[in-house]
């Protein structure tokens, strides 16, 4: 683990604003997320130890996402041009975001390469446990530059180094889906659009459009409630946002409130609710009594935070939706199964996932899921609706979780968009969710 005592005693000579500070601080991130922390969690760790300001914030999450899109590559490059893995952790966090930075490929790379050597080897001269290695530092980077081509040409013969997922994955997503695997995998390597969900009781898209074209953005509306701004920019920048006039939100996302035909009054479980984009979408629809559910005391103050700015209410309540001890009994109109899942199908939202998952996960997650569905199905309404949803391009935990749910009692499988790829063309505003609709045939009851 980064001692952060040294961070700290490196803040005296590094300038926060310089490339070898973000470097190093990213470096300390990299080596979270190899340890098995998630991008976020990793990010916040090591930004909150070191009380970054907002801009060093920026900077550094741009390079640890960009890292993150770049490492088959940059693991490829490490292995051809050192002799063993470089020690401590910290160091080859150092070459693999510098490695990331020399290959470019998005704005975290608008440093020319002699800058980016430059700062990589000042990051390592600055710190206590990396000073010894600042020549081996220099002399990777520099032998890169010397010998690029000759190495990318090498790289393209390696799989993980030219598509940048681990080869498990490259080899599921090409059994999966023969002949759309290598837009998937170029598409989950690109930079998500920033999608906003329109609050149709604030305003409308058209009006919304308006307002972020006086307030100098250019807008694409991609689905009934969805807009694209062309120029992306963090939340608080969003005009409106803190307002509740929009909701960051993908454009598949925003399909499944639609989907349950909400009608007033009627009583709805968002099961696996946090952080309540879905709960904010439906409650947007109509006035439905909500009851937003997630077993993550944590991540369900984020419901209460979103709908508050939203200017929605729902009951919110800390429960495992394998069990009942939360249920009061009155079965529900209508349930949103937004089952736990590997998340493969958001990978360019969330490029750590691809590293940090493990082959057997979707399996075991699958598992877990079908005894939510099992165990919430006993809840619903005869003449009611569940909509599954899961944001996995992995059959196990969708298409296949969904045929044994058509096989409950009274389960009825009505029409929804099932397997969204995200793909290139017109797919490519869409993230990989996956929707099975039922309902519970009437005359059954529990
Ligand atoms: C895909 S996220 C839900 C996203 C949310 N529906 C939205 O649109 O913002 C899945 C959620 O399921 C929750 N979860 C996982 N296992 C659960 C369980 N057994 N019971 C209830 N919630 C669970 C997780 O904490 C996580 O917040």
Redesign the pocket.
């Known amino acids: 683990m980064t001692d952060q005592k040294h961070f700290r005693t490196q803040n005296a000579t590094l300038r926060p604003d310089s490339l070898a500070f973000r470097l190093l601080v990213a470096a300390d991130v990299f080596c979270r997320v190899a340890r098995g922390q998630s991008l976020p969690n990793a990010l916040s760790q090591s930004l909150d130890a070191i009380a970054a300001d907002t801009t060093i914030r920026g900077a550094v999450q741009d390079i640890s996402y960009h890292v993150m899109r770049k490492r088959g590559m940059t693991a490829f490059l490490c292995a051809e041009l050192t002799d063993k893995p470089p020690k401590p952790p910290l160091l080859q966090g150092l070459l693999h975001c510098a490695l990331s930075l020399l290959l470019h490929g998005n704005d975290a790379a608008r440093y020319e390469s002699y800058t980016i050597v430059d700062q990589a080897v000042r990051a390592a001269g600055s710190h206590p446990s990396l000073s010894r290695a600042k020549g081996l530092v220099n002399a990777v980077l520099r032998r890169f530059l010397r010998e690029k081509n000759s190495l990318l040409e090498k790289a393209a013969q390696n799989r993980s180094a030219h598509w940048n997922y681990p080869d498990w994955w490259i080899d599921r997503t090409e059994k999966i889906y023969p002949d759309q695997w290598m837009s998937i995998l170029a598409v989950g390597n690109m930079p998500p659009p920033l999608t906003l969900r329109v609050n149709i009781r604030k305003t409308t898209v058209a009006a919304y459009c308006r307002l972020a074209e006086a307030a100098g953005f250019r807008t694409a509306a991609i689905g009934p409630f969805a807009i694209k701004l062309l120029d992306p920019v963090p939340v608080q920048e969003i005009p409106g946002f803190m307002d509740g006039l929009v909701s960051v939100q993908d454009a598949a996302?925003q399909l499944a409130a639609p989907l349950l035909a909400l009608k007033d009054g009627m009583k709805v479980l968002?099961?696996?609710?946090?952080?309540?984009?879905?709960?904010g979408h439906m409650l947007e629809l109509a006035d439905i009594d909500l009851l937003a559910?997630?077993?993550?005391r944590h991540?369900l103050r984020m419901i209460d935070e979103n709908l508050a700015r939203l200017g929605l209410k729902a009951k919110t309540r800390q429960?495992?939706?394998?069990r009942s001890d939360w249920w009061d009994k009155t079965p529900f109109d209508c349930i949103?199964a937004?089952?736990?899942?590997t998340a493969s199908g958001i990978i360019r939202r969330h490029p750590d996932i691809r590293w940090l998952r493990r082959p057997y996960d979707a399996r075991e997650l699958a598992m877990?899921s079908r005894k939510?569905l099992e165990n919430l199905w006993t809840m619903l309404k005869p003449g009611g609706k569940l909509l599954l949803a899961t944001?996995s391009i992995w059959p196990e935990e969708s298409e296949r979780q969904a045929a044994s749910l058509a096989s409950l009692p009274g389960a009825v499988r009505l029409p929804a968009p099932g397997q969204l790829l995200p793909i290139s063309g017109e797919r490519e505003d869409h993230d990989g969710l996956f929707y099975a609709l039922f309902s519970k045939h009437n005359g059954l009851s529990y």
């Open positions: 996302a968002d099961a696996c609710a946090a952080p309540g984009g879905k709960s559910l997630d077993r993550d991540r429960g495992d939706a394998t949103l937004d089952v736990p899942c877990l939510i944001c």
